[in-house]
């Protein structure tokens, strides 16, 4: 075997293959012939690519590996690492678009060793106009010994090219990578990344100081592609500062408007900031959070601080005020910030001086989900460098979001731009008047002099107290007569008294696993669905979860794109979703309303044939206690549910017709006592509330 060959894991071959991890396992167990392990651990080896592709063509099972996946499969699994892999694809990708001539003769080489050896000094000649002398970029020209092990990817990048163009095919491979290391990177996702480059505004120069892989530049090169745009970023690291110069010179490609001039560097931007003499319209940053080790000590008389020297536990207040000192005289910058900074004793003499000074333009509270962690609700901060003339009398916006939409439907299409219109709208309004009047529960302006008190404390939340749970009067009359009207047919659902059976019934007993090896149902359970394709906009696919199935609501995860260990386990009326972990009798029949949303982890999905199996019937069945304790174990700190060895009764259809038609009314009966719980909940939220605000009188 080639040594340094592109490997591939069990998953990378299950894709190739078109089949799950479990059909990869079972032909290593089956087939004494399949490839060896040549690197990886014992609980996740790995394959050499090559032999995999010879050995699932010769058993009939690959016909011709997708383009596509090829080219991902040699980049994922390269000896040098996916991001070298990357890098030398992105110049590649480059040199396909600038000089496709050049490209098309010298992909013509037969020898691996001659291509890397004429390609080195090709992508210099793109490298250099496009980025600077190397000494002055971030992205080096690899050396043609550094090339060797890519010619075959890069050969296949070039193919793919020719078929999706440069900018889409550099976008499929960043997408996959940064999709498959989603730890390894902090991610500013789409959505929230335009939302900050419409605050901000079009800008001839933009700049990044903590850039990543370059998604706020990239939102900022999407809202305005005019010629003559000139974009700078720096990250500590300098693979992302790399992958950002790429990306950003590879966005204006395929017919998609003019090239923008591009610098990136490598350094420690507090630190060493590599572009002190960049003064740009618009500063953009989703900078780390809660750094100790900032360079507290030896900045202390940085210039950069003119609001202040921030203390060792505020380094996002240091971000800010880099951000402001690299604009210019009227610039914009907005920071994606964790909540706290609004608020910490430690900050409040800075925050005091940015809100004199006028530099703090708002505070805008996003819903929890919005941008990773998704626990936490992050803000927006809008800065504004102050020109001579300050403002006079100025006030701040505080905008809060967090009740429009909850925490898995703000990834949703719609949640999101509900989030997006509301800030955008508020913002506009209070940018051109300088104030704006309250809006309930979501906007308002405050004057800087009410804010500058003890604490300067700047949390939307504080200064935007939600109405009553129920609302005023007139909504909590509406949620009593939504309460009485469920209460009346939880009544008329309460089941009939019970009829006792002359004797124990006795059937004979089969299992989920026998039906399913009979044919009479089908035991799914959920695939990882990860992103995949264009990391521009993707489709957005709402997951029933375990949360969702116990406690009888609508789907409320979400998964991103396309499936890349299987397609995601789509919902059919009729289908039988059972939790697995958890413990607890419960199982759920897909409705009309449920139906098209993904299965979501730690359920599984029977799909019965409607020929032999009713649905309520196995539904009613699998909820039995003593059924689901015959099927768990509890070998550790969690209750684990075998599915398929839950038992159900040999009976005919119309035996089980008679069975399923009184668990449905069951199902429905619980429905409307949680309907009623929940009203019941808040209404007296609501009249507590009422009561205590003095909107409500005591009777």
Known sequence: MQENATEVTAAGIARLAGVGRAAVSNWRRRHADFPRPVGGTETSPSFALAEIEDWLRAQGKLAEVPLRERVWQQLAGHPAGPVTALLHAGSVLLLVHDRPTEWLALAKTDDDHTLAELLSPALEGVLTPRFGHTTQRALPTADPAALLPSVSLLRGVGEL????????????????????????????????????????????????PACGTGALLHAVRALDTRPGQRLYGQDSTAE??????????????????????????????????????????VVLAHPPFNERGWGHDELAYDPRWEYGFPARTESELAWVQHALARLKD???????????????????????????????RAVIALPAGAVPPNNIPLHLWVLRRPAAQPLAAPELLLVDTTSLTAAGDVREKQGWAAVRDAVLDAWRAFDRAGSLAERPELARSVPVIELLDDEVDLA????????????????????????????????????????????????????????ARAGAL??????????????????????LTDHDVLTGSAPSGSHTGAAVDG???????????????????????????????????GLALLRPDPAALDPWFIAGFLRGTANNRQASSYASTATRLDVRRLQLPRLPLTEQAGYGARFKSLAAFENALRSAGRLGEQLVQGLHDGLTDGVIEPE
């Open 522 to 543: 089908t035991l799914r359970s959920a695939t990882t669905v990860t992103l995949g394709g264009d990391i521009d906009g993707h489709a957005r696919v709402p997951v």
């Open 161 to 208: 090219a020719a078929d999706l163009g440069a900018r889409r095919t550099f976008a499929f491979l960043l997408g996959r990578h940064l999709d498959a290391n989603p730890r390894q990177y902090t991610l500013t996702p789409p959505g929230p990344a335009e939302l900050m480059a419409a605050l901000a505004g079009p800008a001839k120069t933009a700049l990044d």
């Open 240 to 281: 992302l500062a790399a992958l950002t110069a790429l990306r950003l010179a590879l966005d204006g490609q395929d017919g998609q408007g003019g090239t923008p001039a591009i610098r990136t560097a490598a350094a420690d931007t507090l630190r060493g900031d590599a572009l002190s003499d960049v003064r740009a319209d």
């Open 330 to 360: 009227g610039g914009t910058a907005v920071l994606l910030m964790p909540p706290a900074v609004a608020s910490r004793r430690s900050g409040r003499r800075i925050r005091a001086d940015l809100l004199r000074r006028g530099a703090l």
């Open 567 to 601: 397609e995601p386990v789509l919902l059919e009326v009729g289908d039988v979703v059972v939790p697995v972990v958890g413990g607890g009798a419960t199982a759920r029949v897909v409705d009309e309303a449920t139906a098209g949303a993904a299965l979501g982890r």
């Open 460 to 515: 939307p939340a504080r200064r935007l107290p939600p109405q009553a749970a129920g609302g005023g009067a007139a909504e909590l009359s509406a949620v009593r007569e939504q309460l009485t009207d469920t209460l009346r047919l939880t009544t008329d659902l309460t089941p009939k008294d019970a009829t006792p059976a002359a004797s124990p019934a006795r059937w004979p007993q089969t299992t989920i696993g026998e039906l």
